[in-house]
T-cell receptor
Framework: NAGVTQTPKFQVLKTGQSMTLQCAQDMNHEYMSWYRQDPGMGLRLIHYSVGAGITDQGEVPNGYNVSRSTTEDFPLRLLSAAPSQTSVYFC?????????????FGEGSRLTVL | AQKVTQAQTEISVVEKEDVTLDCVYETRDTTYYLFWYKQPPSGELVFLIRRNSFDEQNEISGRYSWNFQKSTSSFNFTITASQVVDSAVYFCALGPNAGNMLTFGGGTRLMVKP
């Protein structure tokens, strides 16, 4: 009963460091996405993917890279972390016809960039 | 472009009071989906409801009810006889027909005091 699994749950980085947030789902969902949550701004879409080999930008893609080599995994890469990327990151997946089902979220990853 | 507005950033009520959380949306799509999610203090995001734009019937689930009014572009959420466990941040979200770009409102923090 895993659903969407994100690692790590907490991470502290120094400005300029790189890291990858991992996301895996076991529901065979075609659609996966990454959101960031900042106080008062709700969740904003960073990148999404509608299937293996296909990715697209969301509302706030700058500073982030993604890839989708398998249906299960959708890692989010920060190549050169900046303090503005301090946030809580959520990975989510969904299925359903035309991907209109509910989003299933991971537990979140809290990232602090010093 | 899509937009979701939750004008109430924070609401405080006393247990057993009824409370309504407002959600107003903007979209040019004729077919779309609306969602509500709950984020308790533990941080995870919990799906509450999905409603498509063709279905304007109100829905009731226990103490929760939702009022969808297409004429005013609103999808309000009412909790009847609130309980302390209802304390959370609640997010309204809007998705297009193809379901790829879910847009969230800024969230409403509900505090239910005993």
């Amino acid at each position: 009963n895993a659903g969407v699994t994100q690692t790590p749950k907490f991470q502290v980085l120094k400005t300029g460091q790189s890291m990858t947030l991992q996301c895996a789902q076991d529901m065979n969902h075609e659609y996966m996405s990454w959101y960031r949550q900042d106080p008062g701004m709700g969740l904003r879409l960073i990148h999404y993917s509608v299937g293996a080999g296909i990715t697209d930008q969301g509302e706030v893609p700058n500073g982030y890279n993604v890839s989708r080599s398998t249906t299960e995994d959708f890692p989010l890469r920060l190549l050169s972390a900046a303090p503005s990327q301090t946030s809580v990151y959520f990975c989510a997946s969904k299925g359903g016809l035309l991907n209109t089902g509910e989003l299933f979220f991971g537990e979140g990853s809290r990232l602090t960039v010093l | 472009a899509q937009k979701v507005t939750q004008a109430q950033t924070e609401i405080s009520v006393v247990e057993k009071e009824d409370v309504t959380l407002d959600c107003v949306y903007e979209t040019r799509d004729t077919t779309y989906y609306l969602f509500w999610y709950k984020q308790p203090p533990s941080g995870e995001l919990v799906f509450l409801i999905r409603r498509n734009s063709f279905d304007e019937q109100n829905e009731i689930s226990g103490r929760y009810s939702w009022n969808f009014q297409k004429s005013t572009s609103s999808f309000n959420f009412t909790i009847t006889a609130s309980q302390v466990v209802d304390s959370a941040v609640y997010f309204c979200a809007l998705g297009p027909n193809a379901g790829n770009m879910l847009t969230f409102g800024g969230g409403t923090r509900l505090m239910v005091k005993p």
